[in-house]
C-alpha cells in the first residue's frame, strides 16, 4: 500500500538549473496537489489539478510547472532554479471533499 | 483574509501531563478542518476532520474538538512518542474544478519527557 511515492528525497541545485520532482499515486483519487514548507510557514499551495489534463495555479506557482497526463502521476518542474526556491515539496492527493494524503517530501537546496 | 493561527508554537510537557494545543481560524464558509500529525522528515499524517460547531473526534490519547471559530486537539496523559508537530488546516473557498482549497496553520512542536 504505497499511497503518494515523491522522489528524490533530497536534491542540492545549482542557481539557474532546472529539474522535475516527480509524485505518483495509487489511491485513484481526483486531486492531486504541491506545496512547500518553510520554517515557521504553514504549508503552502503550489499547483493542483482536479484530474487528468486540468492543473491550475494556488497561492505561489511562479517559477513552477506543472502537467498531469495519467491520474497517478503529477510532476512538479522548477524552470530555472533560485534559491528562494530551497524548502521542503510535499505532493498532496485526495478525494473530493476528503482528506489529504501527503508524499515524504523532497528536500531541495539551491546554491 | 482566510488565515489559519496556531498557538503555542512549541510546547514542552512532562509524560502524563495532558494540555491542549490551539487552532483559531478565520475562513469564508468552512467546509472542513483538518488535525495532521508531522514527525521530522515525514510528510504530514492524516488524525482527524471535524465539519461543524460542536462536533468532537478522538484517537487513543488525542481528542479534537471544533467551535465557530476555533479548534482544540487536547491530548491526555501523553508518552514521548506523542512528540511531533501538529498542524491544524481548513478546507476554505472552492477552486475551479471543485478543489477546496487548504490553508494551514505553522504547527505547533510538541515534545514529551519521560
Known amino acids: 500500500n504505497a499511497g503518494v511515492t515523491q522522489t528524490p528525497k533530497f536534491q542540492v541545485l545549482k542557481t539557474g538549473q532546472s529539474m522535475t520532482l516527480q509524485c505518483a499515486q495509487d489511491?485513484?483519487?481526483?486531486?492531486m496537489s504541491w506545496y512547500r514548507q518553510d520554517p515557521g510557514m504553514g504549508l503552502r499551495l503550489i499547483h493542483y489539478?482536479?484530474?487528468?489534463?486540468?492543473?491550475d495555479q494556488g497561492e505561489v506557482p511562479n517559477g513552477y510547472n506543472v502537467s498531469r497526463s495519467t491520474t497517478e502521476d503529477f510532476p512538479l518542474r522548477l524552470l530555472s532554479a533560485a534559491p528562494s526556491q530551497t524548502s521542503v515539496y510535499f505532493c498532496?492527493?485526495?478525494?473530493?471533499?476528503?482528506?489529504?494524503?501527503f508524499g515524504q517530501g523532497t528536500r531541495l537546496t539551491v546554491v | 483574509e482566510d488565515q489559519v493561527t496556531q498557538s503555542p508554537e512549541a510546547l514542552r510537557l512532562q509524560e502524563g501531563e495532558s494540555s491542549s494545543l490551539n487552532c483559531s481560524y478565520t475562513v469564508s464558509g468552512l467546509r472542513g478542518l483538518f488535525w495532521y500529525r508531522q514527525d521530522p522528515g515525514k510528510g504530514p499524517e492524516f488524525l482527524f476532520t471535524?465539519?461543524?460547531a460542536g462536533e468532537e473526534k478522538e484517537k487513543e490519547r488525542l481528542k479534537a474538538t471544533l467551535t465557530k471559530k476555533e479548534s482544540f486537539l487536547h491530548i491526555t496523559a501523553p508518552k514521548p512518542e506523542d512528540s511531533a508537530t501538529y498542524l491544524c488546516a481548513v478546507q476554505g473557498p472552492m477552486f475551479s474544478g471543485g478543489y477546496n482549497k487548504l490553508i494551514f496553520g505553522a504547527g505547533t512542536r510538541l515534545a514529551v519527557h519521560p
Open positions: 489511491m485513484n483519487h481526483e486531486y
Open positions: 471535524l465539519y461543524s
Open positions: 498532496a492527493s485526495s478525494s473530493y471533499g476528503a482528506e489529504a494524503f
Open positions: 489539478s482536479v484530474g487528468a489534463g486540468i492543473t
